[in-house]
Antibody, heavy 120, light 109 residues
Framework: QVQLVESGGGVVQPGGSLRLSCAAS????????MHWVRQAPGKGLEWVAF????????YYADSVKGRFTISRDNSKNTLYLQMNSLRAEDTAVYYC?????????????WGQGTLVTVSS | DIQMTQSPSSLSASVGDRVTITCQAS??????LNWYQQKPGKAPKLLIY???NLETGVPSRFSGSGSGTDFTFTISSLQPEDIATYYC???????????FGPGTKVDIK
């Protein structure tokens, strides 16, 4: 069965960096686009970033553009999110999510999430 | 940017009631509209995709309709396990841009 397991969350000071990972299993990882979606405490869902199945295209929300970098290693079935210049407003649970098909932005599987807290 | 609104923001209904949530887009999004259920402390779960398609394994009491700017999500007979927050989500594939609605919290009366 499809599994997505995030890791790497924690507490970081403003201006600091953190790298999240999402280990995928149960499907052909290299055939699907992948996303990061976040949810601030008590708030709604916010899409963060997308990477094409082969890593050739990447897109970001304006709120993270220039600070976050999405990447993937298809040989390791792993998705990453490098987060730099972190701000208090980046505090959230970060989910990785899989596209339902090669070219559709429909999230059919989600990980359990990893909490990032930006605080001094 | 496309904005999504949902109404109501919360509702309370009895077991067995029909529950309807609406989602409105600020511009025509065709049928590029999905619905998710999120229970407290859990990841969202896809229920409906492309406005009206029921995801595999999702109970048939859930349904969706609409196109263009106005969409409806319905639970035909509310069950205790349906207590959750429901989000609509619009998408565009080229480039992949995503906007979620603010959510509707559903409680049992």
């Amino acid at each position: 069965q499809v599994q997505l397991v995030e890791s790497g969350g924690g507490v970081v000071q403003p201006g600091g960096s953190l790298r999240l990972s999402c280990a995928a299993s149960g499907f052909t990882f290299s055939s699907y686009g992948m996303h990061w979606v976040r949810q601030a405490p008590g708030k709604g869902l916010e899409w963060v970033a997308f990477i094409r199945y082969d890593g050739s295209n990447k897109y970001y929300a304006d709120s993270v553009k220039g600070r976050f970098t999405i990447s993937r290693d298809n040989s390791k079935n792993t998705l990453y999110l490098q987060m730099n210049s972190l701000r208090a407003e980046d505090t959230a649970v970060y989910y990785c999510a899989k596209d339902i098909a090669a070219a559709d932005t429909i999230f059919d599987y989600w990980g359990q999430g990893t909490l990032v807290t930006v605080s001094s | 940017d496309i904005q999504m609104t949902q109404s109501p923001s919360s509702l309370s209904a009895s077991v067995g009631d029909r529950v309807t949530i609406t989602c409105q887009a600020s511009q025509d999004i065709s049928n590029y509209l999905n619905w998710y259920q999120q229970k407290p402390g859990k990841a969202p779960k896809l229920l409906i995709y492309d406005a009206s398609n029921l995801e595999t394994g999702v109970p048939s009491r859930f349904s969706g309709s609409g196109s263009g700017t106005d969409f409806t999500f319905t639970i035909s007979s509310l069950q205790p396990e349906d207590i959750a927050t429901y989000y609509c989500q619009q998408y565009d594939n080229l480039p992949p841009l995503v906007t979620f609605g603010p959510g509707t919290k559903v409680d049992i009366k």
